[in-house]
């Protein structure tokens, strides 16, 4: 499995690696939470900061931050590290597939919170 990579070209014309296009982004809390379960993510709690956390077989996460932001997180391979280096960073993606711009930190994408 780890050598498996998918690909697809997002709405912005870029070549996206690793990052399915999860269609329509869901309009309620309980929308979101059947579709992650629908995709065989699981329920992994809640971090210190408050945010609910799920993460898929792949080990994709998916995270619900405690003001209803919705964020995925890939990791993604770090070009040219060394043995002695981290080999992966958690990139943030849109619903539909796409990188967060610019490397940021915040989607935009916001369901209710609990």
Do not use: C
């Amino acid at each position: 499995m780890e050598d498996f990579h998918t690909y697809h070209v997002g709405t912005n014309g870029v070549l996206v690696h690793n990052a399915e296009n999860y269609g329509k982004f869901p309009t309620s809390r309980s929308e979101l939470d059947a579709q992650l379960k629908d995709r065989g993510f699981e329920y992994k709690g809640e971090t210190r900061g408050g945010n609910t956390r799920y993460k898929s077989p792949s080990g994709e996460e998916v995270w619900i931050r405690n003001n209803g932001e919705v964020v995925r997180y890939i990791k993604e391979p770090i070009p040219n590290a060394g043995p002695n280096d981290k080999q992966s960073y958690p990139r943030r993606y849109m619903w539909d597939g796409e990188p967060v711009p610019d490397y940021g930190h915040n989607t935009g994408q916001f369901v209710e919170y609990k």
